[in-house]
């Protein structure tokens, strides 16, 4: 069993990357929750992932799920907190300021800066998913249909990853 303070160690790193939205952390989270720690399997992982999409705050409740399986419930709740603290201190402090620091140069450069990163981040988090998950033609298949509902309808994606897990249900 791993101890708290080293679960709590972690997820407050992982909560000062979150940067961008939780997609942007997959490639983190596997490293640490599957190749470093092997709290879970690539499967587990990848399980729990898409378990997550179900819920509210997917990555969040994956963090949950993986604090669970390295320290019980006290690492289940440390696991939670700490991923969200640096998002809510930051959240606290810049909303009380937003006004006056969206009119600095330096910051909005660096803001405009990071949006390319973040996008370079979830291609990287696609890719890796895919290459562990899309094993034949019909993973591809829901896919692309996954992805055309997504992108051009108003489906909502609730609705999207329910649809999927019925159709992978009916063609196994």
């Not at 996954?146 to 329910?162: D, E, H, N, S, Y």
């Amino acid at each position: 069993m791993t101890s708290l303070f080293t679960i709590a160690w972690i997820y407050l790193r992982i909560g000062l990357m979150f940067v961008g939205g939780g997609y942007v952390l997959i490639p983190l989270l596997n490293h640490i929750m599957v190749e470093q720690y092997r709290w879970l399997t690539l499967q587990q992982f990848l399980d729990g992932l898409a378990l997550s999409q179900l819920t509210p705050g997917p990555l969040a409740m994956l963090a949950t799920f993986t604090g669970f399986r390295a320290g019980g419930f006290p690492g289940a709740l440390i696991a939670t907190i700490f991923i969200f603290l640096p998002c809510v201190v930051l959240m606290l402090v810049v909303g009380r300021n937003y006004d006056r620091l969206k009119k600095i140069d330096i910051i909005s450069s660096t803001l405009d800066g990071l949006l390319p990163a973040v996008v370079g981040l979830v291609a990287a988090a696609a890719w890796n998913l895919g290459v562990a998950s899309l094993t034949g033609a019909k993973e591809f298949l829901i896919l692309a249909v996954g992805f055309a509902l997504f992108k051009w309808t108003k489906v909502t994606p609730m609705f999207v990853i329910l649809g999927a897990g019925v159709v992978g249900l009916l063609l196994n």
